[in-house]
């Protein structure tokens, strides 16, 4: 079946690091991907997704392409700041019918020190 | 923000009581689902809705009901809550069509004695 590999955490790098999550992906059919983020005390929210083999998604200087050819979605960003500082998600679309669910990996905490 | 509340934010109570939780959206989505969040664990699906009266077990619906009599509403119902189900719960909604994202409330943190 469809599942969803991150990797563990806590990662936890200086202000201005460069950050790679990696999230890697079993899928039949052409799932869309997707990472959320989760910061404390709160619910999760979408920060990019990608619905096509080659798409990069990005948003506030995170990207993340999907590779086919790896199976992978990684997560970037150039420079982190503290701000960054939380739980990632990386998910896939896994739909039949009525069947519109998300697979999720779970989650790989992110601690930005100053 | 798709508009999702989650009520009560917080709850504690007690091995053996009753307890709902709901989730309101004011998005007109079609899909809702409710999740438990854990540490270890990520977050697991309990129950899925497709629509109004729809609905659907996911991963870990032993304990749990739902119900769903107006889109806006999806309530999860824990006939009689035991300490394993002390969680985070969150609900979320998705829209119809090729829109796959899903839109998660605030969440609400159940204690169970």
């Known amino acids: 079946g469809n599942s969803v590999t991150q990797m563990e955490g806590p990662v936890t790098l200086s202000e201005e690091a460069f950050l790679t999550i990696n999230c890697t992906y079993t899928?039949?059919?052409?799932?869309?991907l997707f990472w959320y983020v989760q910061y404390p005390g709160e619910g999760l929210q979408l920060l990019l997704k990608?619905?096509?083999a080659d798409d990069k998604g990005s948003n506030k200087g995170f990207e993340a392409t999907y590779r086919k050819e790896t199976t992978s979605f990684h997560l970037e960003k150039g420079s982190v700041q503290v701000s960054d500082s939380a739980v990632y998600f990386c998910?896939?679309?896994?739909?039949?019918?009525?069947?519109?669910?998300?697979?999720w990996g779970l989650g790989t905490s992110l601690a930005v020190n100053p | 923000d798709a508009g999702i509340t989650q009520s009560p934010r917080h709850k504690v109570t007690e091995t053996g009581t009753p307890v709902t939780l709901r989730c309101h959206q004011t998005?007109?989505?079609?899909?809702m689902y409710w999740y438990r969040q854990d540490p270890g664990h990520g977050l697991r699906l309990i129950h899925y809705?497709?629509?109004?009266?729809?609905?659907d077990k996911g991963e870990v619906s032993d304990g749990y009901s739902v119900s769903r009599s107006k889109t806006e509403d999806f309530l999860l119902t824990l006939e009689s809550a035991t300490s394993s189900q002390t969680s985070v719960y969150f609900c979320?909604?998705?829209?119809?069509?090729?829109?796959?994202?899903?839109?998660f409330g605030p969440g609400t943190r159940l204690l169970v004695l």
């Open positions: 998910a896939l679309s896994n739909n039949a019918g009525n069947n519109r669910k998300l697979i």
């Open positions: 979320a909604t998705s829209g119809s069509g090729l829109e796959e994202t899903q839109y």
């Open positions: 990608a619905t096509k």
């Open positions: 809705s497709y629509g109004v009266k729809d609905t």
């Open positions: 998005e007109n989505h079609r899909y």
């Open positions: 899928a039949t059919g052409y799932p869309s």
